[in-house]
């Protein structure tokens, strides 16, 4: 989308890294050693087979040692303690416990050994007064376990009487995971906690427990449990007590085992978080800093919640995660998993304009969490625009997602000419339908579940589309790249009027009428993103073919020049697409907005209230989400 051009100078940002280790690196071996907790666990074997993959991939010399039980905390510290012996490059650790492994941690930290966090956070209490700082990979245990019990108080209508099985008290995650249950339990007043104990995340000892909680407590409707396992152990405890079908059974962590007691009725539900993408990211970081990067302080894996439905879906193929869309790198393996629900979308895009389009298109395509249905041409020659896109999605094999062409508003030559050329649809064995409105229309409306809409563009297409058929907005939500809060343009403090809402102010007036959700990604957060040094050079040297074709379309863009050769430009539309799966590197908040006739999206007390992305928590891991999402090496 065409954009004020910015000095580079003027918007390159202080990026608060993590260096690793902090001290000068005595260890001169470049292998990793993964540890981990509970190999028996099959949770564990997935997140180990995904730090494999990563090390073939990355031709890492890995090693994967582990203890026995989660309780084994001893073991694990002599583990580390072994590492430092061996004078070994990198750690990447699964801790037991939380705050008992940091001091061996921080002795490998002072031989200069790498140190990478994973799965379970470390204490922040106890790694500060250690004097230890580590970048941590993984997923929102708290989110998860919030997610796990509303799915759960649903079911039993908001009434009830539940109990929670825990993990090991004092572990981050165990204590994340409680928390978060019981917040979903504290928002239905008609929930009432009866029992909570913990299992130590082990089946027979959850079998004990909740059969002693059910001698207690005969009227308990449901139970979560912080891990699979421990939900197993209750299932059996249920049936054990002839009570199958009577109680409903939340888990977490997406066992095999767990799947087919969800199939067969015994489970209700359980969270994936996947463990592959932990180790294999924890490879990777590894990797970089033997290097000599600088890492992010944190790098998030997705969250999912696992149901009958999803499952079923799963099955039939409706769910299954392509090769061509891994963030992650790893190849799909047989691990026993269902791949996650992801998200429905339509893509509306202005490509063709400004370049960041086709960064965000290439970006959505290498991220597990979407399930790309549509994209619909925006602004100005939609025909031509169509037509780069078949070009993008043919050379990235990605010829299974429709093409529409929206609503044309002229004739100017997109910036994108010289790498589309004679480029014909001719020949193109992909879907094209003529009228893209009707399409996404006819999309929504026969979607069992909501459908986002991406608007990184002039949200023309919407408008069409809300007057034509205004129900729409019941099925579906928006989120743009749109607005400007606080800042604006080249970093500046107030509120300019941003293309998007600019270019057509009725329209986007008319988008921020309807009755949809409404999430944004202004100028705020992402008006100075501009990927420079390592991680641009990952980008641009990469053989992967998302990456290629990004920096191909790059070098022959109209504007190229108003770049300098080591950054991108401004990748305004990546935050939006980000925004479509998660916000969790994102601090946000809700904001009522009016649209003034300049096209300003102004706070107003009597406004439309939208979810803005304002400030970033995390700016450096958004950026390794992206060029991951670029750079994997398998499929598209």
Known sequence: MKRCWLSVAGILVALTLVACPSRQQEAKSKKVVLIMKALSN???TRMADGAREYAQKLNVDLAVVGIDKETDVEKQIALIEMQIVKRIGAIVIAPADSKAVVGALKKA????????????????????????????????????????GKYLVEKLGGTGKVALLEGIPGVINAELRKAGFLEACKEAPGIEVVADRTANWHTEEAFAVFSNMLTAHPDINGVFAANDNMALGAVQAIKAKGLTGKIVVAGYDNLKAAQEAILDGSMLATIEQNPELMGGYGVELAKRAL????????????LDLITKETLEQGKQGENAMSSQSQTSGAQAQDTGTTAPTRVPLILDTDIG????????????????QVNLKLIVTSTDDTETKARLVAKILEKLGRIDVPIGTGVKTGDR???????????????YRGTIIKDGVQAAIDLIKA??????????GPETNLKEALRRDPSIATNARVVAMAGSIAIGYNGKKGHDAEYNVMRDVEAARAVYSAPWEITIAPLDVCGTLILEGARYENVKNSNAVRATTVIENYDLWANRSKYPAGASSVLYDTVAAYLTFSDALCEMETVKLVIDDKGRTIPDEKGRPVRCALR?????????VLVRALTTDVGA
Do not use: C
């Open 42 to 44: 099959p949770f564990f």
């Open 291 to 302: 290097d000599g990067e600088k890492i992010a302080d944190y790098t998030p894996t997705p």
């Open 413 to 427: 030559k997109i910036n994108q000419a010289k790498w589309l050329g004679e480029y014909s649809l001719s020949n």
């Open 353 to 368: 304009d400004d370049i960041d389009d086709t960064w965000a298109l290439a970006m959505l395509l290498g991220s597990p």
């Open 616 to 624: 970033w928590k995390d700016r450096v891991a958004f950026e390794e």
């Open 447 to 456: 979607s069992p579940s909501p459908i986002t809409i991406l608007a990184i």
């Open 109 to 148: 930290q002072d031989k200069g050994i790498i140190v990478i966090n994973i799965d379970n956070p470390l204490d922040n209490e106890v790694m500060k007064e250690k004097g230890v700082t580590l970048p941590f990979v993984g997923s929102d245990n708290k989110q998860g376990a919030k997610m796990a």
